[in-house]
């Protein structure tokens, strides 16, 4: 049992993820029928995805590149040889009767994924990562009686990741899961659409007793596309299974389904093992040979990784490792972060409020960084605002709500319109600030007795006194000074 490892109701929780990524090729991976989403039921399933007699599949190039970018993100070994094989299994939506996919030789392996639960750094090894075919689609809902068959979905290709049952809990899981599907996406191999099925979660989950060397049987949660169905899940199956051992009862090897509306997994089928698909190498599909040279194309082709853009920040602009792990979340938000941080020159200030007004403002809308209001210019000229003394941070934060809301869009206009210009006028700032020391005798008597909070009731006096709009670092240093004499 690892040493990390939180029990749950004495058990330890063992988990592994098998994900399926949605290569973000136009074109299928044997066929050149279209990818898109959302076409009429049908309407993008070519003579090759309908297994018509007499058609032969053909390799799409596009797909093996992403599967290479991915390998080589994660550390894996590129095989330079790999093989397809037909997976057999008799459903509606196959329409071959067969999945084509790889088995024992696949394009990616090993390699791992390294993510923080809380501050807690976590390394999950990969087992491997194969190119397949996805299936079709079977219809229930609009039928009566009946299901319809939508073959659109046939043929699009697939990266499984499949990893080493290293994880612990569902949060960890979850964790892990997003880590990757950040990954996919900066790597531009993945559109990360999880309503669209482009990125789904299968979740092997058993438990066993602290010190047994041996897992249990496990669960298969079935096409989780949500991280938070992700953790539901796992802590309603992980008690489930629990609660069949401490009443003796046998668990089975299955493939369940979560039901989110009742937050409960039911059994589906029977889980199969690789015996019963009965897999052999495809004799329509010759070996996939990967030579060092494509390789090497596609290394020199990728962008810089997160991890490394995370070390650049801390090095160069000096950000706190937290700070640069946050503005490394996805490629958007670090080209945001970067844009605004060379148009003003503040990197810790366009990182504090990347982190703050601007993440508050997507996750409360539920949006994505690339369709934010506040553009890196509107937030660079802000910032630039704060540091040469026109506003405070309390009146930028309004500005910012404004630009965000669309009232306006231009910042000095703003701070104009909304009379939030900081008084710089020190004759005027005195003045005011020995009508507060008269009017508040107790807190001066009592800040020079020793009380300090006295002087924060004298601060709050005096930006009350000038309607919030004198610069509060002039108010602290001219205050101190009367203060001390």
């Not at 550390?75 to 040889?81: D, E, I, M, R």
């Not at 946050?326 to 958007?332: G, K, N, P, V």
Request: glycine share 8%; aromatic share 8%; proline share 5%.
């Amino acid at each position: 049992m690892s040493k990390n490892s939180k029990l749950v109701r004495g058990y330890e929780v063992v988990i592994g993820l098998e994900n399926h990524v949605q290569l973000s090729t136009e074109s299928k991976i044997f066929s050149g029928a279209s990818t898109a989403f959302g076409a009429a039921p049908n309407t993008q399933a070519c003579a090759v995805d309908l297994a018509l007699p007499g058609t032969l599949p053909v390799l799409n190039r596009g797909a093996v590149e992403r599967a290479i970018r991915f390998g080589l993100a994660v550390g894996a070994k590129v095989a330079p040889l790999s093989i397809f094989a037909r997976k057999n299994y008799f459903y509606p939506d196959l329409p071959k009767g067969y999945q084509i996919s790889q088995y024992e030789i696949p394009v990616v392996q090993g390699g791992q994924i390294e993510f923080f639960v809380g501050d807690e750094k976590k390394v999950v090894k990969l087992t491997r990562a194969h190119l397949e075919e996805d299936a079709g689609k079977s219809l229930h809902e609009d039928y009566h009686g009946q299901s319809g068959i939508d073959l659109n979905r046939a043929g699009t290709p697939l990266l499984e990741i499949v990893s080493e049952p290293e994880m612990r809990s569902g949060a960890e899981a979850a964790e892990y899961a997003k880590t990757l599907h950040a990954l996919v996406m900066w790597l531009g191999i993945c559109d990360g659409n999880m309503q669209e099925g482009s990125f789904r979660c299968d979740v092997n989950v058993s438990v066993r007793k602290p010190g047994d060397p041996v897992f249990g049987t496990r669960r298969e949660i079935k096409n989780l596309n949500s991280f938070r169905y992700l953790v539901d899940a796992v802590n309603f199956e992980v008690n489930w299974q629990i609660d069949r051992l401490e009443d003796g009862l046998p668990i089975q090897q299955a493939t369940v389904l979560y039901n989110p509306d009742t937050g409960e997994t039911r059994a589906m089928r029977t889980k199969e093992d690789a015996a019963d698909y009965r897999y052999f190498p495809d004799p329509d599909l010759p070996p996939l040979m990967i030579g060092a040279d494509w390789i090497e194309r596609v290394r020199a082709d990728m962008p810089e990784l997160p991890a490394i853009m995370a070390s650049r920040f801390q090095e160069t602009d000096g950000l706190p490792a937290y700070d640069a792990l946050m503005m490394t979340q996805s490629l958007a938000m670090a080209r945001f972060y970067e844009a605004a941080r060379d148009a003003c020159g503040a990197p810790k200030l366009v990182a504090n409020w990347l982190m703050g007004e601007v993440s508050r403002r997507l996750n409360s809308e539920e949006r994505d960084i690339t369709s934010a209001p506040v553009t890196p210019a509107l937030l660079a000229t802000l910032i630039k605002r704060i540091q040469d003394g026109t506003i405070s941070n309390n009146s930028a934060k309004q500005v910012f709500e404004a630009l965000w809301t669309g009232e306006g869009s231009d910042v000095d206009a703003l701070i104009d319109a909304k009379d939030l210009r900081q008084s710089n006028d020190t004759g005027e700032l005195e003045r005011l600030l020995d009508e507060v020391l008269a009017a508040n005798a107790k807190s001066v008597e009592e800040f020079r007795a020793g009380k300090e909070k006295a002087f924060n009731a004298l601060v709050g006096q005096a930006m009350k006194a000038t309607k919030g709009k004198a610069n509060p670092a002039a108010v602290n240093e001219l205050l101190k000074k009367k203060l001390a004499g």
